[in-house]
């Protein structure tokens, strides 16, 4: 495919915050560098028109009518992690390849999460609930403090995020365990006690003060926290998500924080987004809620425009693309 041929639709939707601070120049000078043409779509209506012509599509969305309408459609890159919502059959089946931004949060979600193991560790939970109350109430009254190297930390998924949370742990003198899909095979035991399988799940809760969700939502991860796995738990452990909200069953979990199962939780990613106001979710004072921002960070366009231009360029060479998406397994 010839490089002055290649057309690449860019969704930089005008209405979404993420994208007030968008890198709309340096598409302008990677165009005339690369010898492609690139669009820039600043609403949807803008992506119907102009998707039929497109080789390359970077975008977080795109509905199946108009990519049946994408003939020439040859790469999809999500700036992002997720792709549940393109991931829909005509795509899985097509030979179109699929590309995500997963690791390019994984420092900003690494310490959003460490912040929440350390709100729950020392006690800031209860501080501020006594401050909100005007109330001088030692936290130890009611749940000493933790000191970090008493702690463990259970990973749920070891990709980027989980290394470089594990990274963090590891310093801070906390013991680091984990599962992932390969079983039996521990890269980096310097930083992991112990990696176990997707069959594990109940030796890494046993072992854990903090159990962190980290992983894509397949059909063997929907709901994988359930009352089961919190009433296991027990009031001496926390749960932190920051994978999708799909991972938790949320009626469980609230029943979880009112009868104590659990010591707290944190989420940052919920069933239904944005959390309704009406949510129960919003009174539970041994829950953290923060909007589904533990990605965000000043670095988050500098990295995934980084990924795609690196990726374009294999792209017009012929070569394997960074951060494939294996479509089938939808991750």
Not at 76 to 96: F, M, N, Q, T, W
Not at 115 to 131: E, M, P
Not at 260 to 266: E, F
Request: glycine share 8%; proline share 6%; hydrophobic share 45%.
């Amino acid at each position: 495919m010839s490089q002055r041929t290649v057309s690449i639709l860019v969704y930089a939707p005008a209405s979404a915050p993420l994208y007030r601070t968008f890198p709309e120049e340096l598409f302008r000078q990677r165009q005339a560098e690369l010898g492609v043409r690139i669009t820039l779509a600043r609403s949807y209506d803008e992506v119907r028109e102009a998707i039929a012509e497109a080789d390359v599509y970077f975008g977080s969305r795109l509905q199946p009518e108009e990519f049946r309408r994408a003939r020439r459609l040859r790469w999809i890159h999500v700036p992002s992690a997720g792709i549940e919502k393109l991931l829909h059959p005509d795509l899985v089946a097509s030979d179109c390849l699929l590309t995500n931004s997963r690791g390019c949060m994984a420092d900003a979600v690494a310490d959003h999460t460490l912040g929440a193991i350390i709100y729950f560790a020392r006690g800031f939970d209860l501080a501020v609930a006594g401050q909100q109350a005007r109330r001088w109430e030692p936290v130890a009254q009611r749940r000493m403090p933790m000191e970090l190297a008493d702690l463990s930390v259970g990973l749920v998924g070891f990709g980027e995020i989980g290394r470089a949370l594990a990274t963090r742990c590891k310093a801070l003198g906390m013991r680091v365990f984990a599962m992932r899909r390969q079983k039996g095979v521990n890269p980096c035991p310097d930083l992991v006690e112990a990696m176990w399988g997707p069959d594990d799940l109940d030796r890494l809760i046993d072992a854990s003060t903090f159990v962190v969700l980290a992983v894509p939502v397949v059909s063997d991860t929907h709901h994988l926290i359930g009352e089961r796995e919190l009433k296991r738990m027990g009031p001496g452990r926390f749960l932190i998500n920051v994978g999708r909200g799909q991972l938790v069953d949320e009626a469980a979990l609230l029943r979880a924080l009112r009868e104590g199962w659990i010591g707290g939780a944190a989420l940052d990613v919920f069933e239904q987004e944005p959390l309704p106001p009406e949510s129960p979710l919003w009174g539970q004072p041994n829950l953290l809620i923060t909007p589904h921002i533990a990605g965000q960070t000043p670095r988050y366009w500098e990295r995934v425009v980084h990924l795609f231009f690196r990726n374009l360029e294999r792209f017009l060479a012929g070569e394997p693309l960074e951060r494939l998406v294996d479509k089938k397994r939808g991750y």
